[in-house]
């Protein structure tokens, strides 16, 4: 732990302050004498171990020996100065071989009790500062020229009072008290300290800890090279720790560690960090001097407990991210090995593992498998998932092929099964660069019943089949873009995305935007999975300039026709009511007349509706303009139904609102 030179340095700088004016003080005794004069005696300098005073002096009054007052120009002490200190001593006991003071005051910008005493004779110094009531900082020194023993005890010590022995950078010691003794003789040392609501913080927030309760214990001897070999004990039975972006409260913890310390640096035989409901971590490694990212060990851990890690360990890291809510369950065993600084190796195992994003998004089940990962060399991994879910879609059983080398993840020709069909996935590859993750990948969808996937999802109800290609979907490191046009096969016509990209991916406020073309769509199919009527024919979409924010619409221009070609071209009553009622009050159907009595469907020629979304309010528009209105449905055949519109403007949300009141209520139709 110390070399000699060490030990001397903790030695004296616990009260280095009254060490350096008991040893002035010291120097004085052969000079007082009963001379009625005012004797002062001034040293340039008092050096020890830790500390430096420069510009001693201390003066008695010649008639009143009994009064002894030390000033110090500058006294600097593990690396902090004071200027101007003064300790004062009404009442100094002079003997032959020893002084002592009862009621001193040390002024070091703030005023302390102080009692010491010094025997030349016994060779032993003992300094108790009183701060507060009930708090005590005493230091005890016998020493010799053959054996040296020393000890500090601390009842009720405030911790704040030791925040000058920190770097600057750390943060400040606000709060918590200190019991316990450290004793050391030369060639060992001991103690034992227990810490009771102990407080830091940081003036960025970033760094904080309170209510923290420990108890420390170290006992350390010196070996025959001149180093130390120790011993060292922390429980941590409960407290707040938050240290960006890491956040641990403890339950019951215990780090236990063995080492030797020399010239070199700390060699850490056996290390174990107990964490209760998650398991144990055992380290070995080296570390230089004052280099912790130069440390080099192994850290071994078995029967991890996945719940408990990622709630308090692995969840803080993605706060403010769609992993927030993450949790885990299962066991893991993790293997690491470190060299200067860095990771060089990881072995994880993983049995009968689970992963929940907590928001309903995906889920894996039964996760198991070996992941041995080598920074400079290539190495093969396999996950097998047992099953799964995504948005509430089943998801069959998975294996996984990976190769990994360096910060490079690649996979190739997996499938992941989703209800009667599944994703084919290809050449998939990942890379961490400048700090962020990146991946890229392509492939198909497989044909998936929308039946099926429709039920799955919980909407209402359409037929046929779901399938398409995946052109080289990217992920830069927060938006993802598919480089190519996205096909889908649906409603027995297709749908192609272009200028897909998603901002913010895995964010909570994810952002689309694309342009979708949509060709050749059956009416019937369509109508019929929402209450809305039956329409028979073939429709074209175009959806421009579409922006999704948290998957919510806020921006498009689309437009629905009619496609060409002959096909039967026939619209239904309840499909005329529910037109006319998207148009709102000013909506009219318009039918020969005398047939309405008679037919519960209609022929008509075209079908046509526009709407841009723009700031909360869809422009809407139809086939052509008529009047003061546009045509939406352009009757055709025997017997013919026209449907006119004569809202331009309508609110989004009164519009949503009105479809999802058509697909529930049977509405009346407006004729003229």
Wanted: glycine share 12%; charged share 20%; with cysteine.
């Amino acid at each position: 732990m110390f070399s000699r030179r060490d030990a001397n340095t903790w030695r004296r700088r616990s009260l280095g302050l009254i060490g350096a004016a008991v040893l002035a003080g010291g120097c004085l005794l052969a000079v007082a004498a009963d001379s009625g004069r005012q004797i002062v005696l001034s040293l340039a300098d008092v050096s020890g171990p830790g500390y430096h005073a420069a510009g001693v002096t201390l003066t008695l009054d010649g008639g009143n020996l009994d009064a002894a007052q030390v000033a110090i120009d500058s006294i600097g002490v593990a690396g902090h100065v004071w200027h101007n200190v003064r300790l004062d001593c009404p009442h100094l006991l002079l003997e032959k071989t020893a002084v002592k003071c009862n009621d001193g005051v040390l002024d070091a910008g703030v005023k302390l009790p102080v009692a010491f005493s010094y025997s030349s004779a016994a060779r032993h110094l003992e300094v108790t500062v009183s701060p507060a009531a009930r708090e005590r900082w005493q230091f005890v020194d016998d020493f010799s020229q053959t054996a040296t023993r020393a000890g500090l005890a601390v009842t009720n010590g405030q911790i704040k009072r030791l925040g000058f022995l920190l770097p600057p950078h750390l943060p400040a010691l606000t709060a918590g008290t200190l019991n316990g003794n450290i004793s050391f003789d030369g060639s060992r040392a001991r103690g034992k300290i227990t810490v009771a609501g102990a407080a830091f913080s940081d003036a960025s927030g970033q760094h904080a800890g309170d209510k923290i309760d420990a108890v420390l214990q170290l006992d350390a001897a010196r070996n025959r090279a001149g180093g130390w070999d120790w011993n060292a004990t922390i429980d941590w039975p409960r407290g707040e720790v938050y240290w960006q972006p890491l956040y641990v409260a403890a339950q019951n913890y215990r780090l236990t560690a063995k080492g030797d310390t020399g010239d070199k640096g700390t060699y850490v035989t056996a290390a174990t960090l107990d964490l209760s409901g998650i398991g144990r971590f055992a380290f070995t490694g080296n570390v230089a001097p004052g280099a912790l990212n130069t440390a080099s060990g192994t850290l071994h851990a078995s029967g991890i407990q996945l719940d408990a890690l990622a709630e308090r360990v692995i969840r803080p890291f993605f706060a403010g991210t769609a992993f927030a809510k993450l949790s885990a369950a299962g066991q893991a065993d993790i293997d690491v090995a470190f060299a200067n600084g860095v990771v060089d190796s990881l072995d994880l195992d993983l049995r009968n593992a689970s992963l929940d994003d907590g928001a309903g998004k995906y889920r894996l089940n039964g996760i198991r498998g070996s992941i041995p990962w080598r920074r400079a060399a290539p190495t093969q991994a396999t996950l097998n998932i047992k099953s799964g879910s995504f948005s509430d879609v089943p998801m069959g059983q998975v294996k996984l092929p990976l190769r990994l080398d360096g910060f490079s993840v690649a996979a190739s020709n997996f499938k992941i099964p989703l209800l009667d069909g599944g994703l084919s996935l290809d050449d998939f590859a990942a890379r961490r660069a400048a700090g962020k993750w990146q991946w890229q990948f392509e492939g198909g969808v497989l044909p998936i019943s929308m039946e099926a996937l429709t039920k799955a999802l919980g909407w209402p109800q359409m037929h046929g089949t779901l399938s398409g290609v995946i052109p080289q979907v990217r992920y830069d490191g927060s938006s993802v873009t598919v480089n190519g046009v996205l096909l889908f096969n649906v409603f027995d016509g297709a749908i192609v995305a272009k200028n897909l990209r998603l901002a913010d991916a895995f964010g909570r406020v994810p952002r689309l935007s694309a342009d979708l073309t949509m060709s050749d769509l059956d009416l019937g199919l369509l109508t019929s999975t929402f209450s809305f009527g039956s329409i028979t024919g073939r429709i074209d979409a175009e959806v421009n300039d579409l922006e999704l924010i948290n998957w919510k619409p806020v921006a498009f221009d689309a437009k629905i026709s009619s496609s060409p070609g002959n096909y039967r071209r026939r619209i239904s009553q309840r499909a005329v009511q529910s037109i006319s009622a998207l148009g709102g009050a000013g909506a009219a159907a318009a039918i020969q007349r005398g047939f309405l009595g008679f037919f519960k469907e209609f022929g008509y020629s075209r079908i046509g509706l526009s709407c841009r979304l723009q700031d909360g309010v869809c422009h809407t528009g139809g086939i052509t303009a008529q009047g003061n209105g546009y045509v939406i449905v352009q009757g055709g055949g025997i017997p013919a139904i026209t449907v006119m519109g004569y809202n331009h403007d309508v609110n989004w949300n009164v519009l949503l609102a009105r479809l999802e009141r058509i697909t529930q209520e049977n509405v009346k139709p407006i004729v003229n």
